[in-house]
T-cell receptor
Framework: DTGVSQNPRHKITKRGQNVTFRCDPI?????LYWYRQTLGQGPEFLTY????????KSRLLSDRFSAERPKGSFSTLEIQRTEQGDSAMYLC?????????????????FGPGTRLTVT | SQQGEEDPQALSIQEGENATMNCSYK?????LQWYRQNSGRGLVHLIL?????REKHSGRLRVTLDTSKKSSSLLITASRAADTASYFC?????????FGKGTTLSVSS
């Protein structure tokens, strides 16, 4: 399978615990994104990497959240001191930057997500 | 919030009928994309339309874009039960995708 993979698929944790999720993008993709999706809503952007550099972070990404992509391949998203409001589906996506003319357009390929439940 | 809106929120049709979903967005865009999400799963990219395009086709899908109204529509023709899913539009101004809240489509046989 050469798609985006995420582990674990499900995580149940108690409030106050730390959790870490992993994303393995499509191997030739240089951009990696994290999104969060709550029930009945569309995904909301959290952060993205180009290679190993974290280039943009959303205001949604509080200081309890940290993401890394140390070798420009897989990425981890850690949530410290989890809160019930962190319960959501965490989606990872990857893309390959390709430009056509003056407006670069990127299709993003999503993984199956990690569903986090904080009790 | 910069999230757009899809309309309707839910749509139920019979197999063979056409389904039309509309999307409005708030910012200027480079492109607009449509994604499908089956229950509890990741999103699958369906089609991308650039800001200088007005209409695009892909198989049974037809997308239109009206940048003056900041709106787009997705038409699925001759729907099938397998088209049952949630459909999201996502506009792209910078790097991140800004998704709407989605339309849940149910196609019954």
């Amino acid at each position: 399978d050469t798609g985006v993979s995420q582990n674990p698929r499900h995580k149940i944790t108690k409030r106050g615990q730390n959790v870490t999720f992993r994303c393995d993008p499509i191997s030739e993709h240089n951009r990696l994104y994290w999104y969060r999706q709550t029930l009945g809503q569309g995904p909301e952007f959290l952060t993205y990497f180009q290679n190993e550099a974290q280039l943009e972070k959303s205001r949604l990404l509080s200081d309890r959240f940290s993401a890394e992509r140390p070798k420009g391949s897989f990425s981890t998203l850690e949530i410290q001191r989890t809160e019930q409001g962190d319960s959501a589906m965490y989606l990872c996506a990857s893309s390959s930057v390709r430009s056509t003319g003056a407006s670069p357009s990127y299709e993003q390929y999503f993984g199956p997500g990690t569903r986090l439940t904080v009790t | 919030s910069q999230q757009g809106e899809e309309d309707p929120q839910a749509l139920s049709i019979q197999e063979g009928e056409n389904a039309t979903m509309n999307c409005s967005y708030k910012t200027s865009i480079n492109n607009l994309q449509w994604y499908r999400q089956n229950s509890g799963r990741g999103l699958v990219h369906l089609i991308l339309i650039r800001s200088n395009e007005r209409e695009k086709h892909s198989g049974r899908l037809r997308v239109t874009l009206d940048t003056s109204k900041k709106s787009s529509s997705l038409l699925i023709t001759a729907s099938r039960a397998a088209d049952t899913a949630s459909y999201f539009c996502a506009n792209q101004a910078g790097t991140a995708l800004i998704f709407g809240k989605g339309t849940t489509l149910s196609v019954s046989s």
